[in-house]
């Protein structure tokens, strides 16, 4: 699917569904995927894609950063710097990354036995995504990988015809050969990773979604099941966007954003301003019933540890808004005192605000500073009675007077409102 039609179907389904239905439970990741805390908990992740089709793909795919086209599959696999990669994502402080393990034409990065079996050609020699995971191992960062259960339709009639893509349904061949690349998958990788996110929307007519889930949790019990563009829960846990829509509205699914215009590196450059990501990070992160992984910021690398124009400095950027908010982001849930719903617009949104796993701290993100001294907030809406409060960046008082239907919070004389986001801690 090409990048505008994702956004219109995501943005469409953004608007159709309002605020998203409340995920299930989510269940703990089993010790070995390392997981101390659930999808719930994710705030900042990255989203690559580094795609090779082997055939015209009117889309575009990775190409050299010279603009040179990639010639295999193995020169793709082959040029990839999985230590750069992860490395890049750490310096916004990603906590998770999502890669792709293939994108059109299913191309997987790694020596596929099921897809030498039914898809010979299909496969590199390296096995890029054991690399992905042995860089992101030693940053501490989880990885998540990016499958496409319905990407049938990106073959060729030869190769559907070998998978039984063209059967109809209930797609018997199709559904076997699937899931047998799956759990060949797992198998594989499944005690290193958190998650898989699955694209095209996992249509009922195509897919046998029970099959799917049973297959991945039979072998990796706990593990993040995520949906682009939609929730089929007979297969997946949380729903996720996809979209090239400016950051304006929060959204309490996961939400993917290409930070240079498209999803993969051609010879793009930066489009979004790191504040403004840092502040839809902290968005994302503020609303009312999110349902985790908060925004994966999207963008692919060129090969040979090569990056479109901007990206490393928007990472190092976001890296520092991120590192000064400290425990206002990571470790928190939505404030209950200052609601923030789901579609809040991020532009011309004065505040949002965050709380403390335990609910004792309120962290407020002052987005738009004040004319004067003094930001006026109204009431808690649960009721909280605050008595104190201080900024978070170098611990200076702040004035706090309470009334009936508002709170009043006053710089000190030698403090001022910084220009994208004063965090003030009230306890």
Not at 116 to 123: A, D, E, I, R
């Amino acid at each position: 699917m090409n990048a505008v039609a994702r956004f219109v179907i995501a943005f469409a389904l953004g608007l159709a569904l309002g605020s998203a239905p409340a995920a299930t439970n989510p269940v703990a990741l089993p010790a070995s995927a390392g997981a101390a805390s659930s999808f719930y908990d994710m705030h900042l992740g990255m989203f690559a894609h580094y795609m090779y089709p082997a055939k015209s793909y009117q889309y575009g795919a990775t190409i050299w950063a010279d603009g040179s086209p990639m010639r295999s599959l193995d020169e793709l696999a082959d040029n990839l710097d999985a230590d750069d990669l992860v490395a890049t994502a750490k310096l916004m402080h990603a906590q998770y990354l999502i890669f792709t393990t293939s994108h059109a034409n299913m191309n997987v990065l790694f020596p596929s036995a099921v897809m030498q079996k039914y898809l010979p050609g299909h496969t590199s020699k390296r096995d890029v995504l054991r690399d992905i995971i042995r860089a992101a191992q030693a940053q501490k960062m989880r990885v998540v990988w990016y499958i496409h259960p319905s990407d049938g339709h990106d073959f060729s009639k030869e190769d559907q015809e070998r998978v039984g893509y063209n059967d109809g349904a209930p797609y018997q061949r199709y559904n076997d050969f699937y899931n047998e690349y799956v759990a060949e998958l797992v198998d594989r990788y499944g005690k290193d990773v958190s998650g898989y996110f699955m694209d095209g929307g996992v249509p009922k007519r195509i897919v046998d979604g029970a099959r799917l889930r049973t297959t991945i949790l039979s072998r990796q019990p706990g593990a993040w099941l995520i949906q682009n563009g939609g929730l089929n829960r007979t297969v997946n846990d949380f729903g996720a966007y996809e979209t090239l829509e400016p950051p304006y509205r929060g959204a309490n699914w996961a939400v993917n954003k290409p930070i240079t215009g498209e999803w993969w590196a051609l010879t793009n450059s930066v489009i979004l301003c790191p504040e403004l990501a840092y502040r839809y990070t902290v968005l994302q992160a503020s609303l009312k019933d999110l349902q985790g992984g908060g925004v994966g910021w999207s963008f692919g690398p060129h090969p040979g540890g090569h990056w479109e124009l901007g990206v490393r400095s928007f990472c190092e950027r976001l890296g520092i808004l991120v590192d000064k908010a400290g425990p206002s982001l990571f470790d928190t849930r939505p404030s209950q005192s200052f609601v923030t719903t789901n579609r809040a617009p991020l532009i011309g949104l004065a505040y949002v605000a965050t709380e403390s796993r335990d609910g004792k701290k309120t962290y407020l993100h002052a987005f738009l500073p004040p004319q004067t001294p003094t930001l006026e907030l109204p009431a808690p809406a649960n009721g909280h009675r605050f008595t104190a409060a201080h900024l978070l960046a170098n611990h200076h008082r702040v004035d706090l007077q309470v009334n009936t239907n508002s709170i009043h919070l006053t710089l000190g004389r030698h403090d001022r409102w910084d220009d994208t986001d004063t965090i003030i801690v009230l306890e």
